[in-house]
């Protein structure tokens, strides 16, 4: 006993990379896989650091910290957003490289994970000043990225007018229009139909197909939310469509609960674009009690480390669908799956995003542009299987859901990586 306390003490002490690397290891060693396959998909192929001076609108000079991240390029150009954030660390940003090789992996599309951040804060700075620091990252990084290399794509606090500069000062870069440089651009600019939305688009469909597994119907269930960012504030839009009723929602600076169902056009309307909203309440509560609520469904729709081995006791939810990337530690993971809560991993979850941007890709390349509707029935198709997917290696494997998805999602980038001959 004294053992396992330590056991997990320790577990719970890793950071992000570290507990991303022994989940890695645990699928690799279910399925299999040598030594040296864990030795080379433990940390990026790639990492390069930058140092992009921008000259700010009071006349000084800030020197602001990047990074782009590659995982793993076996199975294709690597692929992932960049975020704007004034945590952003480089082992974060290299287990975000490592998840989305494992979404890629899961939803079957032709890529390898990266993932880009840089240390600042957006909400605290001008449109222009966003906008130098945008072209200034891309200059930095120009040589590494690319259509056929890596291509970026929004996170947390980057949106399609970044990815329009983004693409425009990646073109002048290399003097020929590249829209296959970037996704997530504005529609005029080669963007997709349905890009914007698709995260929460994804995780709407895996809360579906979990709900029902556990006998629950979407008409009525209680469902909350933390974080009103991109995902949040579709997945609150589209939860109450379907008849959901919507108890509770959350920005960094706190939350709002009503058990009778909260007004989300309201919300959504009066929300900045930073998804800041709770500030025009008086009767918050904090984040911490909103993810403690009594509810059906549970979506961590803002940030890491979220639900812990401290608070995974006191979760109320029949089921966690993580549209964050990250929000749950390993330690916790475990300790909701043997309360018998369904957790819907990140990388499968929020994979809703990657494949459109796959979509918008395709259309780049081939330069004829498709419809809402093909779009999203494509979407819907991709993701029903991969819930399937992981979900059946759950049960078959007896395994936890964040390990089937690792397991699944490893899988090609494990047997392309040996097809090359590098391990
Ligand atoms: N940043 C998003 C993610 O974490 C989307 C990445 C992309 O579209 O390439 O999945």
Redesign the pocket.
Known sequence: MAGQEQNSEKEENLNILQSTQAVIKEALDKLGYPEPVYELLKEPIRVLTVRIPIRMDNGTVKVFTGYRAQHNDAVGPT???V?FHPDVTEDEVKA?SI??SL?AGIVDLPYGGG?GGIVCDPREMSFRELESLSRGYVRAISQLVGPTKD?????VFTNSQIMAWMMDEYSRIREFDSPGFI??KPLVLGGSHGRESA?AKGVTICIREAAKTKGIEIEGARVVIQGFGNAGSYLAKFMHDAGAKVIGISDAYGALHNPEGLDIDYLLDRRDSFGTVTKLFKNTITNQELLQLDCDILVPAAIENQITKENAHKIKAKIVVEAA?GPTTWEATKILTERGILIVPDVLA??G??T??YFEWVQNNQGYYWSEEEVNSKLEEVLVKAFDNVYRTSRTRRVNMRLAAYMVGVRKMAEASRFRGWV
């Open positions: 692929k992932g957003g975020r975000l998840w989305m979404k993932k291509i970026p794509a929004p996170d996704t997530g995260t990337n929020s994979a995003g990657v459109v941007s």
